[in-house]
């Protein structure tokens, strides 16, 4: 089974790791602020608007700049001043934001005290490193369930793609059957645990989604998220009989990553959709949107695609791996240092 690690670090300010399964290591691009003391230039009393602005940023509250620099909060010293009654007053309206803002300064003024009394700054670094990763274990989802849609008409007879746009396919009555089928299966798995659903704009997969939605409770379904970027690997938007038998054999020689379809994509098209697609992922698990388990509803390549990104294998085990049958799906549980382990067995040739 495979394994990665999401976490990225409390005093990244610079720049933060683009994917969700960067590994925990040392922080790049730390402000040279936190190893000075507070009287130097780079102690946290010394920044200036430049370094309170990154902060805003790294701690995704960007929106109040404007607010802060208005109020002439442009400096480390007014910035370890603040207190929520200031935030309300600068109109930091809601009440999650000034609790975030009022959390993060706690830290900055423990990182002023420590660094005053002279303490090893590479501890305590760590220390809130480690803090900031506990903190994000709590709103990452136990589970991250990958389904492809259930069985189409274009499943059933391919020669619908000549005069059906590949978005509009419905799915057959069996794919109802299918995907409420799925749905029960999940419930029993998940009980009474929270649920948001990132679904595929297509068809097929909202209609997959209509039916395994039936199967949990309202209170349950925090959110239900239509993302384009889970939609099924583009092959041109009507395709001629004649010419995708040529296509499929030019595609089958070439690999299924690599091969363009004259008006389509590549399947390293769909990976790079991927890749931000996880950037989303993660940062609605650091505001704590994702619930207890995340669904996502997409297309046989997607999820192959998918687990080969976040797990970071090779090319050549991706073409190895069988594709996903309509609504089979494979779980990845969360494990005690944060990663996610696959613990769906995948078929794949030798």
Not at 8 to 32: A, Y
Not at 241 to 263: D, N, S, V
């Amino acid at each position: 089974m495979a394994e990665s690690s999401p976490f990225r670090t409390i005093s990244n300010l610079q720049r933060k790791p683009s994917m969700l399964s960067v590994q925990h290591s040392v922080p790049e691009g730390r402000l040279n602020s936190c190893s000075s003391s507070p009287a130097s230039p780079g102690g946290v009393t010394g920044w200036g608007w430049e370094e309170v602005a990154a902060w805003l940023t790294e701690i995704g509250m960007q929106q109040y700049q404007d607010s802060f620099q208005k109020h002439a909060i442009e400096s480390g010293r007014e910035l370890l001043q603040l207190k929520e009654d200031h935030l309300k007053e600068m109109g930091v309206g809601k009440v999650g934001h000034r609790l975030r803002l009022c959390e993060h300064l706690r830290e900055l003024r423990r990182l002023a005290e420590v660094t005053a009394d002279g303490v090893d700054m590479d501890s305590l670094l760590s220390q809130l490193d480690e803090a900031r990763a506990a903190r994000f274990m709590h709103r990452q989802p136990k589970r991250i369930i990958l389904i492809r849609h259930a069985e189409s008409i274009g499943n059933v007879d391919s020669s619908v793609y000549a005069h059906v746009p590949d978005n509009k396919l419905d799915i057959t009555e069996r794919g109802r059957q299918q995907a409420y089928a799925t749905g029960q299966q999940l419930k029993e798995m998940i009980s009474h645990e929270s649920v948001t659903f990132y679904v595929s704009p297509f068809l097929r997969s909202k209609q997959t989604y209509d039916q395994l939605r039936m199967c949990f409770h309202d209170e349950q379904v925090l959110c239900y998220r239509e993302d384009p970027r889970l939609r099924e690997q583009e092959w041109g938007n009507f395709q001629d009989p004649e010419q995708m038998e040529k296509i499929k054999q030019q595609r089958r020689e070439t690999g299924a990553f690599y091969y363009r379809f004259p008006t389509g994509e590549s399947g390293a098209d769909v990976f790079d959709r991927v890749s931000m697609f996880l950037e989303t992922l993660y940062r609605d698990m650091e505001k704590g949107t994702c619930g207890q388990n995340t669904i996502i509803v997409t297309h046989g390549l997607f999820c192959r695609l998918f687990l080969t990104r976040y797990y970071h294998w090779s090319v050549g085990k991706f073409h190895k791996l069988w594709n996903f049958d309509n609504c089979q799906f494979a779980i990845m549980e969360l494990q005690p240092k944060g990663h996610y382990k696959l613990v769906t067995d995948l078929k794949s040739d030798p």
